[in-house]
């Protein structure tokens, strides 16, 4: 492949290719367009692969086996400027909008835990109060 240094397009679909080297930007500087499916990267290097990837410099499209919404997700957090993923646009503002959705949750979760917290400090201070009172008495 290194003799190929002005390939856009490759397709190793159906090879069994179960890894890649770490480092393919000088390997396919110029690729645009991968075609993984039907190859056997194992769940447990499916991250390095993808890593792997990543080092590709113009990738922008990729068909890949996805077995979990979880490699969806790593897929897009790692190859950032891929705008094609199986065939399908990828639409960054959608993703933008659900990390800011997420992180919004996670802010509103921490508030009410916060405000939760507070006001169970108070109602056991409350408490104690009576309690002593009563004891007073």
Not at 64 to 70: A, D, G, P, S, V
Request: proline residues 4%; negative net charge.
């Amino acid at each position: 492949l290194k003799h190929l240094p002005h390939l856009k397009e490759l397709n190793l679909e159906d090879n069994a290719i179960g890894k890649f080297p770490k480092d393919l930007s000088k390997i396919l500087p110029e690729l645009m367009n991968l075609n993984l499916n039907g190859n056997d990267i194992d769940e447990s290097d499916f991250k390095k692969v993808i890593e792997s990837l990543n080092s590709i410099p113009n990738l922008e499209s990729l068909y890949i086996n996805l077995h979990e919404e979880e490699q969806v997700d790593l897929v897009m957090r790692i190859l950032t400027d891929l705008q094609y993923l199986n065939g399908l646009p990828v639409e960054r503002d959608m993703l933008e909008d659900e990390s800011q959705e997420s992180e919004m949750k996670e802010v509103i979760v921490n508030e009410v835990s916060q405000m939760y917290s507070a006001s169970r400090t108070v109602e056991d201070e409350e408490v104690l109060k009576i309690n002593n009172t009563a004891a007073r008495t």
